[in-house]
């Protein structure tokens, strides 16, 4: 797993620096981004992780069909996660990437099986149209991640004009008990409110059925 985890920084710290010098160079407006959202609760792929409203803010470095950057969920009751990740997007619908969840509070560089603080995942998507398609996959055990490895996880979306409907099934750290199941259902709208001519705030709503663990959620997010 050390080696994964090398890797992983490797590569992340080589497309930092690559597509950082590339910036410098162009005369265009920065490809760095920043923003944040704040969302009632943080419900992942069915399951819901921490308690009440989560703030979630990502730094991004964008360039042609590649993203680097990080991402973060907080609340008030202590629940953390930083998500260090890069992706490539290509013309034609495909992406390929990978995520580090890392949970602070533990050591970020431990890496073992029984108490490792990050579970690194490798992802792929399709989008056609209105139809998305997504699979990921987790490399490696940890049990400060509750991560067992091998992990996997699977979603069909499709995007019609005033609503979304998504399903997704998965197993291992998705589950109660590890087997593979249907764990998250849903439909999802978004609309804009208009602040002033210049401005606006994005609003999304989901509501969510997790069958497996035979829980509803409706959730409601505010992007800045």
């Known amino acids: ?94 992406s390929l990437g990978m995520t580090d969840y890392y949970y602070p509070g533990q050591e970020f560089f431990d890496v073992s099986d029984s108490t490792g603080s990050q579970a690194f995942e490798i992802n792929a998507g399709y989008t056609i149209k209105g139809l998305s398609l997504g699979a990921n996959y987790i490399l490696n055990e940890a049990g400060g991640a509750a991560s067992v490895g091998g992990d996997m996880y699977f979603q069909a979306a499709y995007a019609f004009k005033h609503f979304n409907l998504f399903m997704g099934a998965g197993d291992g750290w998705h589950t109660s008990d590890g087997d593979f199941a249907l764990c998250n259902v849903g439909i999802g709208t978004s609309k804009e409110i208009k602040i002033t001519d210049t401005f606006s705030i994005p609003v999304t709503g989901q509501v969510i059925l997790n069958p497996e663990k035979e829980q509803l959620y409706v959730v409601v997010g505010f992007s800045f």
Request: charged share 15%; no cysteine.
């Open 1 to 94: 797993m050390k080696r994964q985890w090398l890797l992983f920084t490797g590569v992340l710290a080589g497309l930092l620096i690559s597509t950082g010098l590339k910036a410098q160079d162009e005369e265009s407006p920065s490809k760095f981004s920043a923003g944040a959202d704040l969302y009632s609760n943080y419900i992942w792929r069915g399951s819901k992780l921490g308690t009440g409203p989560a703030v979630q803010p990502t730094v991004k470095f964008v360039t042609g069909g590649l993203t680097v950057g990080v991402w973060g969920s907080f609340d008030a009751h202590g629940y953390a996660e930083v998500d260090p990740y890069f992706s490539y997007a290509f013309k034609f619908g495909l």
